[in-house]
């Protein structure tokens, strides 16, 4: 049986502070560079709301270090301190950096991590426990995107140089990370493929979405 006690893992979710002009530019035609900010705070708190529901324990990672977190993050910041969870600051220069040392450092707490972006409101809390459920199992977790990269990247082992030399934010994301997983020697599962918001055409899906 596996272990699915909330203490045998940890969900992290990876958030950008809401700043106009630098978060989700993408939709920034569609939606301006105001509509594009108030779109990237209600899918950071859709994620953190699907997250929370699983029962597992929630940290929540910012991009960077600020003096001063900018106004748009009050409703964020809010909701976490309420809901009393971890805020902490990524590490690392590329995506992949950030990510294998967040997992490495879970994991010195907890047997199983998962990190989810904060663009992913299709991660609900039933692929999330699959997600976990896998770990018992496998090195390695990943949640295919419908854009070739992934939603989530869950680990109970973590080895250097598992995450290097990927081309974030292209269509090779997920086959580069396949290869570099073989290559470290981890045993990886594939979860079905989910959805994330980039285009205005994903925002439109979102939005599409029953009211929980």
Not at 5 to 11: D, G, K, R, Y
Not at 34 to 59: E, I, K, M, S
Not at 92 to 116: F, P
Request: aromatic share 6%.
């Amino acid at each position: 049986m596996p272990d699915s006690t909330p203490a045998s893992a940890v969900l992290m979710q990876f958030a950008k502070w809401p700043e106009q002009g630098r978060v989700k530019t993408r939709l920034m035609p569609a939606l301006g560079a105001a509509g594009a900010l108030r779109a990237h705070v209600t899918l950071t708190l859709a994620v953190l709301d699907n997250l929370c529901a699983t029962g597992y324990p929630v940290q929540f990672w910012w991009d960077r270090e600020l003096e001063r977190a900018p106004d748009e993050a009050d409703i964020i910041v809010r909701n976490l301190e309420c809901a009393g969870l971890e805020q902490k600051v990524q590490q690392g220069e590329t995506l992949g950096d950030r990510m294998q040392a967040a997992l490495r450092e879970s994991l010195q707490h907890y047997s199983r991590a998962v990190v989810i972006g904060s663009d992913c409101p299709s991660v609900d809390p039933q692929y999330v426990r699959h997600a976990i459920d896998r770990l018992a199992e496998f090195d390695v977790v990943l949640g295919p995107s419908d854009d070739g990269g992934y939603v989530l990247i869950g680990a109970s082992r973590v080895v250097p140089g598992m995450l290097d030399d990927i081309e974030w934010g292209t269509e090779n994301v997920l086959i580069q990370t396949l290869a570099r997983m073989e290559k470290s020697g981890l045993r990886v599962s594939l979860l079905e493929p989910r959805w994330d918001v980039d285009e205005p055409e994903d925002w439109a899906r979102f939005q599409r979405l029953p009211e929980a």
